[in-house]
């Protein structure tokens, strides 16, 4: 069985054999350019410098095109319409933020995990109807 040749292998060919030849048998183990390395982009673009590249807003793109020179009914950036998703919309949670997958049947407020349910239920009824109110789903309470 065939074994390749590593760096330990050219380590014990300089130690027996003269210095010349380790120094080749290492150079035949580790290339003196490696191919995945850039040092010429280092060169090119020092640090803090950009690469040229340069990204447009949407607000960028709209001004640049001039939209309004094209015709009402051929899409772009500005009148671009889309059917109502398929998918039901996401309930978030009204205290945290997260999606809630629970309502509490009490105060009809989504919460996100146990935690916040406990704090839900020790919310005055003003602070409830103030949270409903944001999601205009207010309710008057019992």
């Not at 309502?103 to 704090?119: E, G, H």
Request: hydrophobic share 35%; glycine share 4%; with cysteine.
């Amino acid at each position: 069985m065939k074994r390749k040749a590593s760096f330990s292998d050219a380590a014990q060919a300089s130690s027996s054999c003269g210095g010349e030849e380790a120094i080749d048998a290492a150079e035949c183990v580790l290339p003196a350019l490696l191919p995945f390395k850039r040092s010429q982009l280092l060169e090119r673009y020092p640090k803090g410098n950009t690469r040229g590249r340069h990204w447009k807003h949407l607000k960028q793109i709209i001004q640049a095109e001039n939209f309004h020179l094209l015709p009402a009914d051929e899409p772009n950036y500005v009148n671009v319409e889309s059917p109502p998703s398929m998918y039901p919309s996401k309930k978030y949670c009204d205290i945290s933020g997260f999606e809630a997958p629970y309502t509490d049947p009490r105060t009809k407020l989504r919460y996100a995990n146990a935690d916040v349910f406990k704090r839900i239920r020790c919310l005055p009824d003003d602070y409830v109807q103030g949270y409903l109110g944001l999601r205009n789903a207010t309710v008057v309470l019992k």
